[in-house]
């Protein structure tokens, strides 16, 4: 019965030492990296545009008939830009006969400009400018092309139809800088414009994987517009009697430039290295005695939940600084972040009352 009773101790005992003990199960985290497959794209430079291409071009133009009326040679020399752009082949299932596409654009001629006439602004003040007429061309378009390769020699025939207007205005500059109006004005006086179609023919040349030189000659008809007689136009000190005439749109132009392929689809793929997957262990804590029994049960689902919260709060091991005896905590030394709270303040003992004295 006595040893019976011993053994009973004996096991108690140790499950009470077990309970004071509690150890940190470590926690591993499995973190898995993807790579992806790394490729190196080499441009190919195919047959025909694929997707699209933007051209720009230096055009002059001109009236193909000379007018009777028109002495001063206005029309006949002139100068502006062409910019495009032209989708891809859209006959690719038979590319063995050429390539078709569509596109449109717009363009800009400037005529010229008149001579110069000197005009007084302010008569008071005796200001002085000069003014003149000038000539502009602006069009939009949309077009079709054909062309076909010989080599990088592209020979192409294209249709365009758009609209064309002429516009003239009255540009007046100062002399000299004024501070209290505008130095530089311009005010339209007329536009007429005229709807028309042409025809073109032209060729490309491939200087490289994008980039081509293209040059053509275009022949424009269109309806009737009102041009300005620049010999005949008068000027009455202030602004010019413009002297219009209705003229058959009949214009040669003349084109060259570049057209740039912005096409993504001809390309080739080479695999440079292959994907792969990076596995890494990370671990978090390790196990360890508690040296807090009492506090650690008190927040048991704490110390739990977050075992790395109680670690940081209580030392591992008792630290005996400045020769103290006993452990300091974290939070609570000498260089501690955590800041010191102010005593209270004082509070000075009132008049003492005597004793009412007994009956």
């Known amino acids: 019965m006595k040893y019976r009773f011993l053994l009973l101790l004996s096991v108690f005992s140790l499950s009470l030492n077990a309970q004071d003990t509690i150890k940190i199960k470590p926690k591993v985290t ?15 430079a195919s047959d025909y545009i694929e997707d699209i ?45 050429g390539s078709g596409s569509w596109g449109g654009g717009f363009s800009m001629n400037f005529y010229g400009d008149s001579k110069y006439h000197n005009v007084a602004i302010n008569t008071l003040n005796k200001d002085s400018a000069r003014t003149r007429i000038s000539l502009i061309s602006p069009e939009f378009y949309v077009m079709g092309r054909y062309e076909y390769k010989i080599g990088n020699i592209y020979p192409f025939f294209g249709v365009r139809a758009g609209v064309k207007w002429f516009s003239t205005s009255q540009n007046t500059e100062t002399l000299m800088p004024l501070k209290d109006y505008e130095n530089s004005t311009s005010v339209n006086l007329t536009s007429s414009g005229s709807l028309y179609v042409a025809t073109e023919i032209g060729l490309k040349i491939r200087l490289g994987k994008t980039v081509s030189f293209v040059t053509s000659y275009g022949i424009v008809r269109g309806t009737s517009v009102n041009l300005v007689d620049f010999d005949n136009t008068q000027f009455n000190s202030w ?7 209705s003229e058959t749109m009949n214009i040669n132009q003349l084109k060259f430039g570049f057209l740039f392929d ?16 990076d596995t890494t262990l990370y671990t978090e804590n390790s196990n360890q005695p508690c040296p807090c029994c009492d506090k650690c049960k008190q927040s048991s689902d704490n110390y739990q939940n977050y075992p790395q919260y109680q670690r940081e709060r209580y030392e591992p091991t008792p630290s005996y600084r400045n020769g103290s005896s006993t452990p300091i905590y974290n939070g609570s030394g000498n260089g501690s972040s955590t800041p010191s709270r102010k005593p209270m303040p004082s509070i000075s003992p009132g008049p003492s009352i005597p004793a009412k004295p007994k009956s």
């Open 30 to 44: 499995q973190i898995i990296t993807n790579h992806p497959a790394q490729y190196q794209y080499t441009r190919i």
């Open 53 to 97: 291409a933007l051209g720009i071009d230096y055009q002059e133009e001109s009236f193909a008939e000379a007018f009777d009326w028109d002495k001063s040679s206005l029309y006949k020399r002139n100068g502006g830009f062409n910019v495009y752009f032209i989708t891809g082949n859209r006959i690719k299932t038979i590319t063995q006969f």
């Open 239 to 245: 602004q010019f009697e413009l002297n219009k005439k």
């Open 262 to 277: 912005l096409s993504q689809g001809h390309s080739t793929k080479k695999l440079i290295k292959e994907a792969y997957t």
